[in-house]
Each structure stands twice: as C-alpha cells, then as structure tokens.
C-alpha cells in the first residue's frame, strides 16, 4: 500500500512528536535527579555521613548566636567560620528579636499585621542563604523555637493578639501571658494540627497563619541545596505536632521536585533509651530522615556522655542515617548541666570520633568567652587536620582496642590495620592494640588547643612514642605534653 509524500510527510512528524513526548517523560525525572544530586543527603557509601555536590563531608561548626541571619556583619562572621574550618551553622527562624526585626510588618499603631511581610526579616533570611550557599556551608533551619512563644518573648510576640490586628484572644484560644517554662507545652500554638489531643477547631485561623509563614520561608530556601530542616528546638510536644510540618515541607519539596532532609530535635536525649521523646525517631526514618541529638551534651559528662552517644547512636541506625549535633553546650556553669568550656571540647571529640556526622558549639555562654574564641577553634581545625589524614566515616569506635586507660582518659576510633584516631582528653598514656596490625604505621600529634599539628622530635628525647611506628604488639601511647590530644596513626 503507498501514501502520498503529504500523507507521509504526516505520519512521520506524527512519529517524531510520539518519540518525543515519550523521551519527555523521561526527560524532567533525569533533569530533576541530576538537580538534587548535588544537594545535601546521606553518603551513598555510609548513610551514617552527610554528601554534598556528590562527595562525603564532615559538619563542624560555631557560631555567635543562633538566629544567624538576622546577625549585624553577618558576611564577615561567616568568613571568619570559613576560616576556622567551619562549614556547619545554626539558624533558628527567631521571632524573639526587636519590633523591627520580627518576620511581620510594624504598624504605626505599633501592632503586626500577620497579612504583610518585614521584608527586612526575609531579605536577611534570603542574604544569609546565599552567603552560606556561596560557601559551602551547611545551614540547619530549626523553624519554631519553643522558647519564642513563652515567658517574657510572648509579652512581646506578633502571634499574641494584644499585639496585632489580626486575630483577637478570643478567636484563638491564646492568652496574654505563658510565664512558665515552654517544658510544661502549656501554650496552644503548638496544639494546631487536627487529630491532636488538645487541638480545637479555632486554632485553625492560627495554623492558615502557621502554613504561610513556613511556605514564606520555603519560597527561599528548597531553592538551595545545602538546608537541613528541624522542625523544633528541644521540643517536649507531642510527635504529631513536628510531624504535620515535616510532611508539610517534603509535600512543597516534592511539588518543586527537590529533595529535603527533615527531622525534629526532643528534648531529652540525655536520658538516651531511657527518654520518653527521643526514641520515637529510631524507627521511623521516613518523617527522621537524619536524628539530631543536641540534648546528650547537656547533663552528662565524661564516660557517661560517651556511653549514652553510643547507645543513641545504635538505636538511630537501626535505619542508618546521619546524626548531628546542631549545639553542644560547651559553658555556662548552669544549674541542669551545660558544663565547662572543657566540658563543651570533650563533648565535640567525644561525639566526632563516636560516630556523629556533624558537630557544631552551641552559642557562647556564660564566662566562655565569645563564639570562634581561641580554644573552640583550635579544635575545628584539629579536626580539619585529622580528617585530612583520617576520613571520619571510615572508622568506628573501637574503645575494646585501648587498655591501662583511666575513666575519660583516651576514645579511640579506628579501622583496625589502616587507621587510628586517638583522642586523649588531658594528657596521659594508654596501650593501643596493634597485635593484629602488621607493619609500619606514622603517628602524627594533633594539639586540640591550638589546631596544629607538633613535632615530636622533642617528645622522642624524653621517651615519648616516635613518629614511626611499628604494629603487631601494644603499643604504649603517651600524649607528648598535658591537655587535649589526637594522635592520628596511619598505615604506611
């Protein structure tokens, strides 16, 4: 049977259209997995660790406050981070700061109208994701801070309806004042989700208000491919309740066809398997998809601190994923445990060589000094040095390889034959297990107080170990000189 060329000529166009629309479908899902392979996601090869722009990294981090972006100078202090080795921040959506600086516009009646924008709070929150984006650096949005909505940051708060034109008392439910402690969950804005215990139909109006100011701030940030999200900072409600808005974020992520990691910070995993919040991230990495367990380096200290990370860390990677420590408490004196400016070292070492993906210093406290003062730097960059050396996400805990060692001595991670990270807390000496790990292996001291390395030509006049060593015994491993160490050992 012939057709005429027209007739052909139709078929053939016909054919070629098909074809594409075909390869088309295939064509956006490729473009799209192509856009989200750069962005920040669990390793391919250890889902224990952070990739970004397709090559494993280590968080580390510090920073002056946690409201990063509403910061004076905040170019310049994220330079200085850069500097000192970090590529990990903290960045609370604050609603605690000046009338001027809040996320809705002033009147000149001196109230918020929760319909208009400060353009200078989200002009801030969008310089701020550029500049860290332009540096590599990871942020971790926390997007409701508990401690905003309570006490004396109510009184002066947009969402207290004494404070703005629109919504009364009345209609939401709310009350002038919450003078008690945010722990006791006594306020109604964290009530809002339907199916909640607590939850009345008249907190709707507050919700619609919720939903826009969370898709306000993701109209921002799912176009950059180095956010986390935290729902909550420390948050003692009910699960639902972070639930609702981590699925609200992953809908809006998936709409745009990009990938997010999402997860919530509970308030007591100091208690590791005994807490009554934390546990309900071990086993469901689909709303957790990395655990953030900040609340371990408060109250605990020394061996104790060690064991609940390493009793968190099993239960979080029953379904590996990262696990980040988005502030460790590192001064303060407090009454329920912050600890020491020597305590906040440990507890950074502690958590990098227990098997952490990030860890960044909470924001300076009391008789600590400022953020990126002389002794938190030295460790980001002790820890740079001994990544440089010893890639993190390639060795485990291995405490059954050390003895002779006192309690909070030394913490060891290794690859058993290839590599060892030996972190001693204050001087001292230890024996390293190298019975099975034959040949010669090279010992560098990293000086975690002032993040360099040293020569230990000297230490070897007075007995200490030399830079060479050689396996297939235990070694005697001694700290060249008093405070933090970290001997990197390496296979030559």
Not at 15 to 37: G, Y
Not at 44 to 70: I, M, V
Not at 81 to 91: D, F
Not at 251 to 273: E, I, L, N, P, Y
Request: charged residues 25%.
């Amino acid at each position: 049977m012939s057709f005429s060329d027209e007739t052909e000529d139709k078929r053939c166009g016909t054919w070629i259209l098909a074809t594409l629309a075909f390869f088309s479908l295939f064509a956006v899902p490729s473009v799209a997995a192509d856009k989200n392979a750069d962005r920040i996601q669990p390793y391919a090869k250890n889902a224990r660790y952070w990739q970004y722009k397709g090559k494993p990294l280590l968080l580390l981090g510090d920073s002056q406050t946690d409201h990063l972006f509403l910061m004076e100078d905040l170019e310049a202090h994220l330079d200085e981070i850069e500097a000192a080795g970090g590529n990990y921040v903290r960045n609370t959506m604050s609603q605690r700061e000046s009338p001027d600086l809040k996320p809705y516009q002033l009147l000149p009646n001196g109230k918020f109208d929760l319909d208009q924008w400060n353009e200078d709070y989200w002009k801030r929150f969008a310089d701020c994701l550029r500049w860290c984006d332009e540096r590599d650096i990871i942020i971790q949005i926390e997007v409701w801070d508990r401690f905003d909505f309570s006490t004396r940051h109510w009184e002066t708060s947009p969402w207290n309806p004494g404070n703005n034109v629109s919504n009364t008392y009345e209609q939401t439910g709310f009350a002038a004042k919450y003078p008690k402690h945010p722990a006791q969950d006594l306020q109604p804005f964290f009530h809002t989700v339907p199916g909640m215990q607590r939850y009345q139909k008249k907190y709707d109006l507050v919700r619609r208000h919720q939903e826009k100011f969370v898709d306000k701030m993701l109209s921002y940030s799912l176009d950059y491919g180095n956010v986390l999200y935290c729902m909550n900072n420390e948050t003692s409600t009910p699960a639902k309740w972070g639930q609702y808005w981590i699925e609200f974020i992953q809908d809006k992520a998936t709409k745009k066809r990009v990938s997010v990691c999402t997860t919530d910070m509970f308030d007591d995993a100091f208690d590791a398997d005994k807490a009554k919040h934390t546990p309900i991230i071990f086993k469901d990495a689909k709303h957790y998809m990395f655990a953030d367990i900040s609340q371990v380096n408060s109250r605990v200290y020394d061996d104790t601190h060690w064991e609940r990370l390493q009793l968190l860390l099993q239960l979080v990677n029953t379904h590996p994923r990262p696990t980040n420590h988005v502030k460790i408490y590192a001064g303060g004196y407090t009454s329920w445990g912050s600890g020491s400016p020597q305590d906040g070292i440990e507890r950074f070492w502690r958590n990098l060589l227990g098997g952490s993906a990030s860890v960044r210093f909470h924001r300076p406290g009391l008789n600590e000094g400022s953020a990126l003062n002389d002794l938190r730097k030295g460790s980001l960059k002790a820890a740079r040095i001994l990544e440089s050396m010893i890639k993190l996400w390639e060795v485990t805990p291995h405490m059954d390889l050390l003895s002779d060692r006192e309690s909070n001595e030394a913490y060891l991670a290794a690859k058993p034959g290839k590599y060892y990270a030996v972190y001693f807390t204050h001087g001292g000496s230890v024996g390293l297990d190298l019975t099975n790990a034959k040949g010669a292996f090279e010992i560098t001291w990293i000086s975690v107080t002032q993040g360099m390395t040293t020569d230990t030509t000297s230490a070897r006049l007075y007995g200490r170990t030399p830079n060479t060593l050689t396996g297939g015994r235990i070694l005697r491993l001694s700290a060249p000189y008093k405070g933090g160490w970290v001997a990197a050992i390496v296979k030559k």
